[in-house]
């Protein structure tokens, strides 16, 4: 059975520090792998997906992952945070066949303070 | 183009009332998904349409919860009768079919209290 581990519900960063968000997976397939991020009073907006390509995935607002299959890790990252960072940040899987729902972990909360 | 979008985006409704959850897809999508998350849990798979016919109902909590999505276009999710642990909000998303990895495309979701 798949699944997804963030590690860290909350994260507490200044602005311009490094952000790393930790996510580790489960799968007994090659996995499709995605970030998605969640402001306040949003939807859930995709930041990035990997999908067996790169093992470097680059997104939306300067964010980037790694698929890393030792580690079974896919960790986001983003050079110098910005406070419109702020949000809750979702890793989720899919087995990656074609219409497979989304497995999530349960959700990694951003601070970002000036 | 249009994206996912929910009706109602909020609801307040008494125990043992009926709701019922509006989403139209992103025009083309053959994949509809109803996801719930419940306050402080993860978000959880309810159902995946495929057209019109469901391809895994296994997330519906419990046969209070019924999904329909009648010709292939949008889709409903009523609860009745609601329950006080119903509350929470619920994400309907939607994908192109064929090619693995598509991306699943989220609405902004509606947020059900149930007092």
Known sequence: AQS????????????????????????????????????????LQLLLKYTSA???????????????KS???FHL?????????????????????????????????????? | EAGVTQFPSHSVIEKGQTVTLRCDPISGHDNLYWYRRVMGKEIKFLLHFVKESKQDESGMPNNRFLA??????YSTLKVQPAELEDSGVYFCASSQAG???NTIYFGEGSWLTVV
């Open chain 1, 71 to 73: 580690e079974t890790s």
């Open chain 1, 54 to 68: 790169a093992t470097l995935v680059k997104g939306i607002n300067g964010f980037e992952a790694e698929f890393k």
């Open chain 1, 77 to 114: 990252t983003k050079p110098s945070a910005h406070m419109s960072d702020a949000a809750e940040y979702f890793c989720a899987v899919s087995e990656g066949q074609a219409g497979t729902a989304l497995i999530f972990g349960k959700g990694t909360t951003l601070s970002v303070s000036s």
């Open chain 1, 4 to 43: 997804v581990t963030q590690l860290g519900s909350h994260v507490s960063v200044s602005e311009g520090a490094l952000v790393l968000l930790r996510c580790n997976y489960s799968s007994s397939v090659p996995p499709y792998l995605f970030w998605y991020v969640q402001y306040p009073n949003q939807g």
């Open chain 2, 68 to 73: 329909e999505r009648t010709g292939g276009t």
């Open chain 2, 99 to 101: 090619s693995s990895g």
